[in-house]
């Protein structure tokens, strides 16, 4: 398999100055009760841009990416070393709270989960758990949200309707827009569009160009294409497998611009897995 | 909108933030609401046994365990109760389980779901039935016509040994611990059916279709692949039956008979002790109050005895069930 | 009834002896499947007899006097005078307010078992007991409150309603409870992810999603507490006139009527429990269609 091109357009913007550091990830492990799940990850994120975590099943880039707005707390047994700095400041410390972090840092999901209301009341299920009780307001988030999200046109005439009635690629949109709605300040999208059909995926591309100068965007991917046309960073994980306790550990291998994972990897391991070799 | 304002702009973002009162105070209501069933279950046998303390000191472990029950005089035995309760539940355990345990066979292993969920409905409709209506139904319909079949079963058997002193001897209107087990395992099928219906299911299909595989046919299946499987959770199922049966007040006070007495003949009339508190309460007073709530403290502490061993058993079963 | 659990003797079988083993198994195969239907057939006996029963006596009962008037008659009066109003308003307003104590405790205590307990003994044990505690006589539940309500505070339509609260108490948690683990992970996720708190994540989310099955097992607890004889006894006692005052004073209701009446040698007596028998059938059956309408039509997930 040939090298994946990398479009101009992204290598050109990766190629300039980096943005503000919103996540630095300082050598994080992260266990399910005794388990390490990933281990000894650093690396750090920035404002306005979109990072790609790939790697083979396994390889924990999901775990990574759930520490980022600890969703990880809420799986009994997990726990997280190392430290995580969010705009300067410790996302574990004691006194931070994971509602108000979640807040700032909202999650698009692998498989789709609306909520059964009704299309607008799903987006504007933030809003009002944030306060926001003015009927105009709420009116106007939801427009915004889902304009944003390309699904305006499609469901404006149906916005009382249940939102279980949309198809796969509808729902996934739904759910940005129910992220967008609180206007966070990043958004992580784990394998969003891993059910999706191409052209839905296509859909949710476009709009991830659209929005990420106004948001800071990490996300998940299996398909190495969709990492280079929508990242301007790539971070390739990969697995070691401890022979003694037969555990797998998953662990950062290259960290880079998109260009240069896919075109340049300094890594061998990288190289063999952008290009097919091994994954 | 200023909670949900970008944090982007707003320089360092305030992450910290206690936990919300009503947060916090939901979860306590929460955790107050669960603990409030082993607060009752608690002040239940609290309760129940400093009432029934007089009755305690008065009649002593000799007179409780009499089955002399005489309030004039100031005795209050409480086996012709106990054996009255015991002897109408065996009979209806007798009658309802292998009821219970066909239907429910019917229900997971020969009829599709589309049949089986109108079924399920059909034997609802049984539990539903309020208990004092099938008391009414029984001592004023079922009664009268069993008191016909009684005598003729009593006249048949009369002075073959065993038969005789079971089944013998007249039955006054029709009311008789026979009777009450017949209306209790009326009404104790659909519990066991529900019950047994849920361990049954819990058999894997790789089990049966193992079976199936050997060219068995379907009962020889249920025999090889689902009762082994099962039998635990049936027998788990059974027992909260027994309890139920036990505990069971309007029907058995309308037809067992209300006469306390211990006899092997089972058409004859007799008492239970939910139908005694029931029957004689109301003007109860001094020693007999304590001592009818003594009979409620001792039927509680059996059908607790008996549920959790029965629960017990129903949730290992299960819980095998769910790890093979 | 020993066929469902033992193999018939082969000897037994006669002239199928003869037969091929085969043939043998598939006739035994199908005596099985035929018990299990007989097993049924059954069931269905008693259910369609004393429902013939109630209706055809009851009915002839039951008109809008009989279940209006504000008093019960003596025992002797025959049919015609009266009626069985002061038990009709006794059973919906016991009931009721049963209810309202009974569905949200439990509710709330299934959330504790689902959404807080997670797999810490304490949750173990309130769920294990809450099981032993369906099987408590109702009974035991009267003697209860009278002995911690009644002797205190008097006979009362409240007293009534704490011990039938008591019976449903269990029902509704362990139905609940069901209903609640059905509810998918990823949607309490999707509410965190908006930084929701986690009492906003169950009372937004969780129990929203899972309202139809709830609501559904909430009625038909109602449903069989309503039929409940045995923790009124006494609780309320009984009066011959209305009482609507569910907080003070004895009270009636149907249930309890008919027990008192099932044993009068007066025909009008007689009678009278067969009318209230179908009005509180009647009430029963209501509550619980209106529970499979609901489940039909509001259940979200499912097994």
Known sequence: ?279 | MTQTGPAATAGPSPLTERRGFGDRGFQALALIAGLLVLVVLVLIAVSTAQQSVSWFSTSGLNGIFSTHWDPASNRFGAMAFVYGTVISSVIAIIIAVPISIGVSLLLTQVVPGKIARPIVYVIDLLAVVPSVVWGLWGILVLAPWLQGIYGSISSGVNGIPVLDSLFGGPSTDGSSFFTAGIVLAIMVTPIITSLAREVIATVPAIDKEGAYALGATRWEMIRGAVWPHSQGGVVGAVLVGFGRAMGETMAAALVIGASAQVTSHLFYTGYSIPAVIANQFGEAAGTMRSALIGLGLFLFAITIVINLVARGIVERSARRARGA | MAAVTQQPAPGSAGPVNLREPAGWRRTKNGLMTGLMWLAFLIVLVPLVLVLYTVVSKGAAAINWQFLSSPTIPPNIMPLGSGGMGPAVVGTLEITGFAALIAIPVGVLGAVYLNEYGGNGILAKVIAFMSDVMTGVPSIVMGLFIYTIWTLQFGYSGMGGSFALACLMLPVVIRSSYEMLRLVPNSLREGSYALGASKARVILTVVLPSAVGGIVSGALLAVARAAGETAPLLFTILTVEQTNSNLFSGANTALSTQIFANATSPYVGAEQRAWGAALTLIAITFILMIVARIVTARFTRYSH
Not at chain 1, 15 to 24: C, I, L, R
Not at chain 1, 167 to 188: H, K, M, N
Request: one cysteine or more.
């Open chain 1, 1 to 279: 398999m040939a090298k994946l091109e990398v479009p101009e357009t992204v290598k050109d913007k990766a190629a300039a100055e980096p943005g503000n550091p919103v996540f630095d990830v300082r050598d994080v492990s992260t266990y399910y009760g005794n388990f390490k799940a990933v281990k000894n990850v650093s690396l750090t994120i920035h404002e306005n841009e979109v990072t790609a975590f790939i790697g083979p099943s396994g390889c924990g880039k999901t775990t990574v990416l759930r520490t980022l707005n600890r969703m990880n707390d809420l799986i009994p047994g997990a726990r997280v070393e190392g430290d995580i700095t969010y705009r300067g400041q410790s996302l574990y410390a004691k006194q931070v709270s994971p509602t108000a972090v979640r807040r700032r840092i909202g999650m698009v999901f692998q498989k789709a989960n609306p909520f059964p209301k009704s299309i607008y009341d799903n987006v504007a299920y933030g809003p009002r758990i944030n306060g926001i009780r003015k009927k105009s307001d709420l009116d106007g988030i939801v427009e915004r949200s889902l304009k944003q999200a390309a699904l305006w046109d499609e469901v404006k005439n149906r916005l009382n309707k249940s939102a279980l009635g949309m198809s796969g690629g509808q729902q996934q949109r739904l759910c940005i827009a129910r992220t967008l709605a609180v206007e966070p300040d990043v958004v992580l999208m784990d394998e969003p569009c891993s059910a999706l059909d191409p052209i839905a995926t296509g859909r949710i591309e476009d709009l991830m160009q659209e929005i990420k100068s106004q948001y800071t965007i990490v996300i998940v991917t299996h398909n190495m294409q969709q990492a280079t046309r929508v990242s301007d960073r790539t971070a390739f994980y990969s697995v070691e497998r401890n022979e003694e306790s037969d555990t797998r550990t998953g662990v950062l291998v290259e960290y880079d611009q998109t260009a240069k994972i896919f075109e340049n990897p300094s890594n061998p391991l990288t190289g063999d897995y952008v290009t097919g070799r091994m994954g």
